[in-house]
């Protein structure tokens, strides 16, 4: 099984901005595409960036412009900028070929 760890979430203030960055626990060359969701309080979880096996990628309407997913070998990573209070979450990256989920990493947006 392939496990995940997500890391680069903490507190920071409206406009500012963070790089979150999800693992594989195995050095192997990762097949499928590579999500990032999240999940804020009281709200369901939703889908925020996805990047496909070719580079292609799609993301949330509210994040569209300010977010950018990338991938490499065996991660991914999310590069949040301009960052707005509604995107306080607790994010999670997704492989869904492996139906692999990380923990989760806290993002606060916050002044």
Request: aromatic letters at 10%.
């Amino acid at each position: 099984q392939v496990q995940l760890v997500e890391s680069g979430g903490g507190l920071v203030e409206p406009g500012g901005s963070l790089t979150l960055s999800c693992a594989a626990s195995a050095s192997i060359f990762i097949i499928g595409t590579m999500d990032w969701y999240r999940q804020g309080p009281g709200k369901q979880r939703e889908l925020v960036a996805s990047i496909s096996p070719v580079g292609g990628t799609n993301y949330a309407d509210s994040v569209k412009g300010r977010f950018t997913i990338s991938r490499s070998r065996n991660s991914v990573n999310l590069q949040m900028n301009n960052l707005k209070p509604e995107d306080t979450a607790l994010y999670y990256c997704n492989f869904p070929r492996y139906d692999a989920w990380g923990q989760g990493t806290q993002v606060t947006v916050s002044s």
